[in-house]
């Protein structure tokens, strides 16, 4: 069918008689419209133009309408979004102080441990110094003690060592991830 040009002109595609239909009532439109307006009084001409300024002035008021309700959704928008960004960096601190903290407890906890562990080690020794000069009954109740005292220190290194060496285990689940917010 499309094989020859004369059935191409005759077979068109349908946008292209819509397009030309378009044209032609615009044109006739206008034709129409002019003849109406020349065919009015100078009275019937001002009422014309006074219902079409009425009407741009309705149409302006809307867009004013709907432009301020636009601005008044993305101003609430903004605020909202500046308002969880706040709270986001605030938790964000939080969480960096509270990490903070819980290093420097950890590190004096490791402290106050090997404190420990060496004022026994004091005690025993300052023990032992003294059971020397006591009887031989004293010194085997003496042993028996110190026996007790090596068990606490030893249990004490072994929690020292645990603390040490635990992970980072903070006790809550975190959305961070090497410092940055995964969002």
Same mark, same amino acid.
């Given at each position: 069918?499309?094989?020859?040009?004369?059935?191409?002109?005759?077979?068109?595609?349908?946008?292209?008689?819509?397009?030309?239909?378009?044209?032609?009532?615009?044109?006739?439109?206008?034709?129409?419209?002019?003849?109406?307006?020349?065919?009015? =009084?100078?009275?019937?001409? *001002? /009422?014309?133009?006074?219902?079409?300024?009425?009407?741009?002035?309705?149409? @302006?008021?809307?867009?004013?309408?709907?432009?301020?309700?636009?601005?008044? &959704?993305?101003?609430?928008? =903004?605020?909202?979004?500046? !308002?969880? +960004? +706040?709270?986001?960096?605030?938790?964000?601190?939080?969480? %960096? &102080?509270?990490?903070r903290e819980m290093?420097?407890?950890?590190?004096? $906890?490791?402290?106050?441990? !090997?404190? $420990?562990? @060496?004022?026994?080690?004091?005690?025993? $020794?300052?023990?032992?110094?003294? %059971?020397?000069?006591?009887?031989?009954?004293?010194?085997?109740?003496?042993?028996?003690?110190?026996?007790? @005292?090596?068990?606490?220190? =030893?249990? @004490?290194?072994?929690?020292?060592? &645990?603390?040490?060496?635990?992970?980072?285990? /903070?006790?809550?689940?975190? $959305?961070?991830? /090497?410092?940055?917010?995964? *969002?």
């Open positions: 069918m499309a094989d020859h040009p004369e059935e191409d002109f005759y077979f068109s595609k349908p946008t292209n008689d819509q397009d030309f239909m378009n044209k032609e009532f615009k044109k006739d439109y206008d034709v129409q419209y002019i003849n109406r307006l020349e065919k009015m =009084t100078k009275e019937m001409l *001002l /009422n014309e133009y006074m219902i079409i300024e009425r009407k741009n002035e309705n149409l @302006e008021e809307r867009i004013e309408r709907s432009r301020q309700r636009d601005e008044e &959704k993305m101003r609430n928008e =903004t605020e909202f979004l500046t !308002a969880n +960004t +706040t709270m986001e960096d605030d938790a964000v601190e939080k969480i %960096s &102080k509270f990490q290093e420097r407890l950890r590190m004096e $906890n490791q402290r106050l441990l !090997a404190e $420990n562990i @060496e004022m026994k080690e004091m005690l025993r $020794n300052h023990s032992d110094d003294s %059971s020397s000069l006591d009887s031989s009954s004293s010194s085997s109740s003496s042993s028996s003690e110190s026996d007790s @005292e090596e068990e606490d220190i =030893t249990e @004490e290194k072994d929690t020292l060592d &645990k603390n040490q060496s635990t992970s980072e285990d /903070n006790g809550y689940e975190s $959305n961070h991830s /090497n410092g940055g917010v995964i *969002l």
